[in-house]
């Protein structure tokens, strides 16, 4: 491993509260460390149950306490939070939570709070009951009116043969969050609470026969960072997914996966109704096969000179004329993208300049394409244009910076 630049090399203290998912911490301290970052591990004595204290020194690199008089002369209960650019706990237990709430600072974790002026994220992982108890949920309330970002835990799995919220959202989710905050710290606003809004994301692929189809490179990153950041801003998300990296399906969301583009097409129309904002992130396929062989198309005498394509939907267009028909509530705000190259006869925002008149959607989100760029990466850039022909670059960064952007956007065309 290499160190990161001092430019972005950033104090991180995780801190990790006694529960089953104490295990995952291991992986967002890894996931630190491997990113250059320098960690503090802050395990409550609890979490020493299930993890010990020379795992998380060794993925570390530095020593592990929970105790206020461990290493005096440094007052670490007071200088880790001070110093910290980040504090990450994960998994914040309903306990942790709500001796947080009281200001506790009984223990170096709960002190390290005390102390930290930076952003603060709780990762909770507890029971749904647990979770949904009504002091969970004034404790909840109470950190995020204190700024601290509580992020939605997943649903799933828990314990034993419970199912249900309260799981901890996968380790990437957790520390592709928590460094969006390092990016911009004001990311994660609960701007969207009572909202709802709909994301597709991923490509569409239509079939040629059993073995081959006709598709695009779309890997669904962008899609799934802007379902998954309206979510953690307090909207219920519906994400309707292609095909895409094998992505984790986002916390906190309700998802729909889809094969095609006509699947895309009949998601869209039965679950946008009832949504205050549409965002069309997927990578939608404009033509398909007019035939789908029943079986593989053999090389030789019988080999098709030609294939037949037959012109897909236009989702974006079709929504927007719901729009106006009544089909669709006319304060949905409509969001499209477009993945665009420049040619002889003009350049990428001329191009998208064009397709946002020619769908008339409220925004449109511009990539530039091209080897290395947009597709299958985990950075992103472009444009933001807007109907009433604003226009504004979008700064390069990770897909959930962009997606902060674009929901910033989104939020101010909602009405009052």
Request: aromatic share 4%.
């Amino acid at each position: 491993m290499s160190d990161a630049p001092t430019s972005i090399r950033k104090r991180i203290v995780v801190g990790v509260g006694g529960g089953i998912a104490a295990y995952k911490a291991c992986s967002i301290i890894r996931s630190f460390t491997e990113s250059g970052h320098h960690v503090r591990v802050i395990p409550t004595e609890s979490a020493l149950e299930f993890v010990g204290r020379a795992t998380f020194e060794a993925l570390s690199g530095n020593p592990v306490h929970t105790g206020v008089f461990n290493d005096v002369p440094q007052v670490p209960h007071v200088r880790l939070g001070q110093e910290a650019d980040l504090v990450v706990i994960a998994p914040a237990t309903a306990d942790l939570m709500a001796r947080a709430v009281m200001g506790r600072a009984d223990d170096l974790l709960t002190a390290t709070l005390l102390t930290a002026r930076c952003p603060v994220v709780f990762a909770p992982a507890m029971h749904t009951e647990m979770w949904e108890h009504p002091a969970t949920v004034s404790n909840v309330a109470t950190l995020r009116s204190r700024g601290v970002h509580v992020i939605e835990p997943a649903s799933g799995r828990l314990t034993g043969k419970d199912t249900g919220a309260g799981r901890l959202p996968e380790p990437d989710e957790i520390v592709g969050l928590a460094s969006l905050l390092l990016e911009r710290s004001d990311a994660l606003p609960r701007d969207l609470e009572g909202r709802r809004i709909l994301v597709t994301a991923g490509g569409t692929r239509e079939p040629l026969d059993p073995v081959r189809f006709l598709g695009n490179r779309s890997s669904g990153k962008q899609g799934y960072a802007l379902a998954r950041l309206a979510a953690q801003r307090g909207a219920h998300v519906t994400l309707i997914a292609g095909y895409t990296a094998d992505l984790a399906d986002p916390a906190a969301v309700d998802v729909v996966h889809i094969k095609t583009a006509e699947d895309l097409r009949l998601a869209v129309e039965k679950h946008a109704p009832g949504h205050d904002g549409v965002v069309m992130a997927a990578a939608v396929a404009d033509f398909r096969p007019t035939t789908v062989e029943g079986s593989k198309i053999k090389k030789g005498a019988n080999e098709p000179d030609s294939i037949s394509l037959t012109r897909n939907a236009d989702i974006l267009a079709g929504l927007v004329e719901a729009r106006r028909d009544g089909d669709l509530d006319a304060r949905t705000v409509i969001v499209g993208f477009a993945a665009e190259t420049g040619d002889a006869h003009g350049d990428v925002l001329s191009y998208a300049r064009s397709k946002l008149a020619r769908k008339g959607c409220d925004l449109l989100v511009v990539n530039a394409v091209g080897e290395g760029k947009a597709f299958e990466v985990d950075h992103n850039d472009g444009w933001l244009l807007g109907s009433d022909g604003s226009e504004s670059a979008l700064e390069h960064g990770s897909k959930a910076l962009m997606a902060s952007r674009v929901l910033d956007a989104l939020v101010k065309l909602f009405p009052e």
